[in-house]
């Protein structure tokens, strides 16, 4: 069982900056691929960013040049910085930990507002 807590989402204003940071349980944080996923109001969730346990990236076409996805293996987190906001990006974000081929787990998120 792996527990994620994401903290960091706040309302901030268009043009403005968040960091995201999600807190891993457990001693196997580094083996795990790591994932930024994001929900709107009355839409799918999506994949916004993620990093492989070798450091591979991955981002969304919506977020690239804007966010930047990293991970602290001794501290047992993954980030997410956010630049350049826009209120598109209002959203609850989730983090998601990739511990096997078949098995994952999620956090319980955090609102994200962009709005003046």
């Known amino acids: 069982q792996v527990q994620l807590v994401e903290s960091g989402g706040e309302l901030v204003q268009p043009g403005g900056s968040l960091r995201l940071s999600c807190v891993a349980s457990g001693s196997g944080f580094s083996t795990y691929a790591m994932a930024w996923y994001r929900q709107a109001a009355g839409k799918q969730r999506e994949l916004v960013a993620s990093i492989t346990n070798g450091g591979s990236l991955y981002y969304a076409n919506s977020v690239k040049d804007r966010f930047t996805i990293s991970r602290a293996n001794a501290k047992n987190t993954v980030y997410l910085q956010m630049n350049s906001l826009k209120p598109e990006d209002t959203a609850v974000y989730y983090c998601?930990?990739?511990?096997?081929?078949?098995?994952?787990?999620w956090g319980q998120g955090t609102q994200v507002t962009v709005s003046s």
């Open positions: 998601k930990a990739q511990v096997t081929s078949l098995r994952d787990y």
